[in-house]
């Protein structure tokens, strides 16, 4: 258990529809990262959250949006899905004065899109 | 922005045996960490190995160390008597000291062990 939980762990909808990711931070992490991973690609970052607020973007979609709440736990809501949505969603944590121990990992929501 | 290039999409090495991965980067800035993460097939992202920039010497865990070359801005895996368990996906990433500190990852290398 690496302390950054995710759920669900997976996740089968229909096109059009809208769903909602969770991530529980590691304890003390007040940073939540983004990413996405489609089929045997690389690690796409789409939004970074640091204690409550935005703290940066990278290549989400206007039809995803995210979320910190005061809790620390994020939420990543996908709408009007497509088909090229389906992917596996990471949520990663980091304590803000540890950047050189890099990210702790959940273990992922995979989406499939039908 | 900075950039994280692997190379080498496949990588295959004899179980015993010693295999390297190499990655690139491409970045203005001279504080910043490296990591080699790697994805088994169960897509659990795991950290293998960190190096700060600041810092010549080659980090090292075990069976796995790295040659870090600042100039040339390279980031190297070896991997030591290879085992059937490090058979995973691989991926380089890059991570800035300063702003927002997000990892940039490399598109992977797949590492397959042969028997």
């Known amino acids: 258990d690496s302390g950054v939980t995710q759920t669900p762990k997976h996740l089968i909808t229909a096109t059009g529809q809208r769903v909602t990711l969770r991530c529980s931070p590691r304890s003390g992490d007040l940073s939540v990262y983004w990413y996405q991973q489609s089929l045997d690609q690389g690690l796409q970052f789409l939004i970074q959250?640091?204690?409550?607020?935005?703290?940066a973007k990278g290549n989400i979609l206007e039809r995803f949006s995210a979320q910190q709440f005061p809790d620390l736990h994020s939420e990543l809501n996908l709408s009007s899905l497509e088909l090229g949505d389906s992917a596996l969603y990471f949520c990663?944590?980091?304590?803000?004065?540890?950047?050189?121990?890099?990210?702790?990992f959940g273990s992922g929501t995979r989406l499939t899109v039908v | 922005a900075q950039t994280v290039t692997q190379s080498q999409p496949e990588m295959s090495v004899q179980e015993a045996e010693t295999v390297t991965l190499s990655c690139t980067y491409d970045?203005?800035?001279?504080?910043?960490?490296l990591f080699w993460y790697k994805q088994p097939p169960s897509r659990q992202m795991i950290l293998v190995i960190r190096?700060?920039?600041?810092?010549?010497q080659n980090a090292t865990e075990n069976r796995f160390s790295v040659n870090f070359q600042k100039a040339a801005k390279s980031f190297s895996l070896k991997i030591s008597d290879s085992q059937l368990g490090d058979a995973a996906m691989y991926f380089c990433?890059?991570?800035?000291?300063?702003?927002?500190?997000?990892?940039?990852f490399g598109t992977g290398t797949r590492l397959t062990i042969i028997p």
């Open positions: 970045t203005s800035e001279s504080d910043y960490y």
């Open positions: 959250y640091y204690n409550g607020e935005e703290r």
């Open positions: 990433a890059y991570r800035s000291n300063f702003g927002n500190e997000k990892l940039t």
């Open positions: 990663a944590s980091s304590a803000r004065d540890r950047a050189g121990y890099g990210y702790t």
């Open positions: 190096q700060e920039a600041y810092k010549q």
